[in-house]
């Protein structure tokens, strides 16, 4: 059981370059989540998906797009690159477990756009 | 709308002293809250969660939390800091429309001085 896996560990773009980070998870999970972590502004969601088909924005989904290729697989596109974007990327699962929801997190990917 | 406060951005502690991280939420609705932790290089992981069942709560590690509805709040707690207690801390809410979305705190970075 691997979890939440994430792909690549670490990027470095230029300004306007295009990319997709992977991301499945293995554990039969309905919702799927992207998230970006800066200092001191904790983790922020990006993107979210309840279920297969179905996405959602979250609090800062400009300069991302995202697909929910099937109920495994969740990436995140970044279509022209920006500085601003510079940040570690965290993808998530959830199940309902003991009367709450909780998230499992993959090992996050490293991005820097230069 | 649900957010988050931690008080301190940064707590040293030495080895063998009470560890307290404090953490103040907002929400209109009762509702669920979660402490992470996120060790060097690592995704998050959750040490424990509140769901109404028990205003104490127990985590892994000897980490333990209590919900206080009259103070909003749900610090943290372990009696004795170890070595391995050094890492990032999140205290996070969810509730009202989408229990199955968590909002983050800015997180607490703790220190352990031998």
């Known amino acids: 059981n691997a979890g939440v896996t994430q792909t690549p560990k670490f990027q470095v773009l230029k300004t306007g370059q295009s990319m997709t980070l992977q991301c499945a998870q293995d554990?039969?999970?309905?919702?799927m989540y992207w998230y970006r972590q800066d200092p001191g502004m904790g983790l922020r969601l990006i993107y979210y998906?309840?279920?297969?088909?179905?996405?959602d924005k979250g609090e800062v989904p400009n300069g991302y797009n995202v697909s929910r290729l099937n109920k495994r697989e969740f990436s995140l596109r970044l279509e022209s690159a920006a500085p601003s974007q510079t940040s570690v990327y965290f993808c998530?699962?959830?199940?309902?477990?003991?009367?709450?929801?909780?998230?499992?997190f993959g090992p996050g990917t490293r991005l820097t756009v230069t | 709308a649900q957010s988050v406060t931690q008080l301190g951005s940064h707590v040293s502690v030495s080895e063998g002293a009470l560890v307290l991280l404090r953490c103040n939420y907002s929400?209109?609705?009762?509702?669920?809250l979660f402490w992470y932790v996120q060790y060097p290089n690592q995704g998050l992981q959750l040490l424990l969660k509140?769901?109404?069942?028990?205003?104490l709560v127990k985590g892994i590690n000897g980490f333990e939390a209590e919900f206080k509805k009259s103070e909003t709040s749900f610090h943290l707690t372990k009696p004795s800091a170890h070595m391995s207690d050094a890492a990032e801390y999140f205290c996070?809410?969810?509730?009202?429309?989408?229990?199955?979305?968590?909002?983050f705190g800015p997180g607490t970075s703790l220190s352990v001085i031998p």
């Open positions: 509140y769901t109404s069942a028990a205003t």
């Open positions: 929400s209109s609705v009762p509702p669920y």
């Open positions: 996070a809410v969810s509730g009202g429309t989408s229990y199955d979305k968590v909002i």
């Open positions: 998906s309840a279920s297969e088909g179905t996405t």
């Open positions: 998530a699962s959830s199940a309902y477990r003991g009367g709450s929801y909780e998230q499992y």
């Open positions: 554990m039969n999970h309905n919702s």
